[in-house]
T-cell receptor
């Protein structure tokens, strides 16, 4: 079946540090890939997405590239801010199944001033 | 605020009792989803509605669980004869009516604690 594996957390960084959060997936066909974020006290919201191999999703300074050869969709940001502190979830949607998302476990990011 | 609204936000109940959660999606959205999230895990898909039709149910949704969306607007999720293993955050999300891009708009969730 489909699955998403995220690196173990939590992650604590200083402001302006470089961020990488690893995500790999298992799926048949050509899934769409997503990063969702949950800020404290808020619901999950879409951060970025990519729908085919080699696509790069980007938003709010975050980027992730759909790598089919390594089945990965790692999230990166060049300089994190305190306001980026949140829980980050990698997710996939199988081909044709649209929003029936399979999520990873999530990882908590804390950014220190 | 016109986001997805869920209530109650918290529910504590004794094992064996029935509970019902309500979800009000974004008004123009025709697709509605229920997910369940337990501690340390990501959300897991439970069921999906397009308008009033329940189009898919996960195997996670046992016979004690029932979801409805009677008029294609709000939805309810009822759990009968609750068990301690039902303790979780129940998330509602909506999307649409345009082409499904995988972007879901989530509510803040309803947390269930079964004693």
């Amino acid at each position: 079946g489909n699955s998403v594996t995220q690196m173990e957390g939590p992650v604590t960084l200083s402001e302006e540090a470089f961020l990488t959060i690893n995500c790999t997936y298992t799926a048949t066909g050509y899934p769409s890939l997503f990063w969702y974020v949950q800020y404290p006290g808020e619901g999950l919201q879409l951060l970025l997405k990519a729908t085919k191999a080699d696509d790069k999703g980007s938003n709010k300074g975050f980027e992730a590239t759909y790598r089919k050869e390594t089945t990965s969709f790692h999230l990166e940001k060049g300089s994190v801010q305190v306001s980026d502190s949140a829980v980050y979830f990698c997710a996939l949607s199988p081909t044709g199944a649209n929003s029936k998302l399979t999520f990873g476990k999530g990882i908590t990011l804390s950014v220190r001033p | 605020d016109t986001g997805v609204s869920q209530n109650p936000r918290h529910k504590i109940t004794k094992r064996g009792q029935n509970v019902t959660f309500r979800c009000d999606p974004i008004s123009e959205h025709n697709r509605l989803y229920w997910y369940r999230q337990t501690l340390g895990q990501g959300p897991e898909f439970l069921t999906y509605f397009q308008n009033e039709a329940q189009l898919e149910k996960s195997r996670l949704l046992s016979d004690r669980f029932s979801a409805e969306r009677p008029k294609g607007s709000f939805s309810t999720l009822e759990i009968q004869r609750t068990e301690q293993g039902d303790s979780a955050m129940y998330l509602c999300a909506s999307s649409g009516p345009r082409r499904d891009t995988g972007e879901l708009f989530f509510g803040e969730g309803s947390r269930l604690t079964v004693l």
